[in-house]
């Protein structure tokens, strides 16, 4: 790994095609989330950090707070009677039932049912009138939360942000059909009705018509933070990221889905320890937040680029492209551990 602090370029989109659905694993049909894409305009210029994932995490969450809360009860959602059916508490204050707890022991919160994906460009100067956008993942019963998010963002726009606090609008939100993007909510249309366009893991099946695939490149498109050895490692191995991308799944499932997928976890590490890395190019990029519970900074570094891995990956494929929308890591409500997938023999 290059030592070297580079900006972030994101990297072009690359896309399995041609989906075989004879692999799913079980229980992948119900594991339901949801893609949707926000697209705003600036109503002033806007002054934005390089990397956007905590402006755009901390203004969506304090505005859907406020919207979610009901009046009189603003202290902890962990001791409040109305958690349960509260959009903030589920989306950003997830509650863990005592059965719950081994699931995520040594993790310091449960994940939460919401991936973001901020504005990509490291650009930091948007003007009057310009455009933007970013992307939220809902997952299994946070899908139900869709209409509170696209509210608490419009409500976050005209609050405004970055250094300069300039507001924006909400123009359309859309949701993927197929290859393209289908408008689902418009300022000119304004009415979500049931919720729209819900996919499965099972949508994610490994891509492939003869059941072999020998060469994979993963590219980072977001720091990937990843514990290993009691620290964040700057070291990635194949067999680090499938056993991430496979506790990821599992404890999403476990906590916000149906709990239904059915995987081999202790199997599928050990045959991903014989996949080799025959090509590696990632370099660390560091960030910072300003935590208002910890009232500190926080140090949110991690590696992004490209890794190319030979061995027979077939088997892996679909909890890989799963893991795609799920984002790996942590700092994923930030946007972080955003990776693609391209298969290349």
């Not at 994101?10 to 049909?29: L, M, N, Q, R, Y």
């Not at 903030?88 to 449960?110: C, H, N, Q, W």
């Not at 077939?314 to 994923?332: P, Q, S």
Request: net charge positive.
């Amino acid at each position: 790994m290059s030592s070297t602090v580079k900006e972030m370029i994101p990297c072009p989109p690359i896309p399995f095609h041609g989906a075989d659905c004879s692999k799913i694993p079980v229980g992948f049909e119900t594991f339901t989330f949801g893609r949707y894409r926000f697209e705003f305009t600036a109503d002033q210029a806007l002054e934005l950090p390089r990397y956007k994932g905590s402006v755009f995490r901390g203004g969506l969450g304090r505005a859907l707070r406020e919207i979610s809360c009901s009046p009189g009860r603003n202290g902890p959602c962990a001791s409040c009677i109305l958690s349960k059916d509260c959009a903030y508490a589920r989306v950003f204050e997830t509650p863990v039932r005592p059965e719950d707890k081994g699931l995520i022991e040594g993790m310091s919160d449960a994940p939460h049912p919401m991936v973001l994906r901020p504005p990509r460009s490291s650009k930091r100067m948007f003007e009057k009138g310009e455009p933007f956008e970013c992307e939220v993942i809902l997952i299994g019963e946070a899908l139900r939360f869709l209409p509170q998010v696209v509210c608490a963002f419009e409500d976050f726009g005209k609050r405004g942000v970055g250094s300069r606090k300039g507001s924006f609008k909400v123009q359309r939100v859309s949701a993927p059909v197929g290859g393209n993007w289908e408008q689902i909510y418009s300022r000119e249309e304004p009415q979500l009705g049931p919720i729209p366009r819900v996919l499965t893991g099972a949508d994610q099946a490994a891509p492939t018509s003869d059941g072999t695939v020998n060469l994979v490149e993963v590219c980072f498109e977001t720091p990937l933070r990843i514990k290993s050895h009691g620290g964040i490692t700057d070291e990635l191995t194949f067999e680090l990221l499938l056993k991430n991308v496979l506790r990821r799944i599992h404890i999403l499932d476990q906590l916000h889905c149906r709990g239904e997928i059915n995987m081999n976890h202790e199997k599928l590490v050990a045959l991903a320890a014989h996949v080799r890395t025959v090509s590696e190019n990632l370099w660390w990029v560091e960030w910072s937040r300003n935590s208002q519970r910890k009232n500190m900074i926080v140090q949110m570094g991690g590696l992004i680029g490209r890794m190319v891995f030979e061995g027979d990956l077939y088997e892996f494929l679909t909890y890989l492209e799963l893991g795609k929308a799920l984002h790996v890591g942590k700092g994923t409500a930030y946007g972080m551990g955003w990776y693609s997938l391209k298969t290349l023999g």
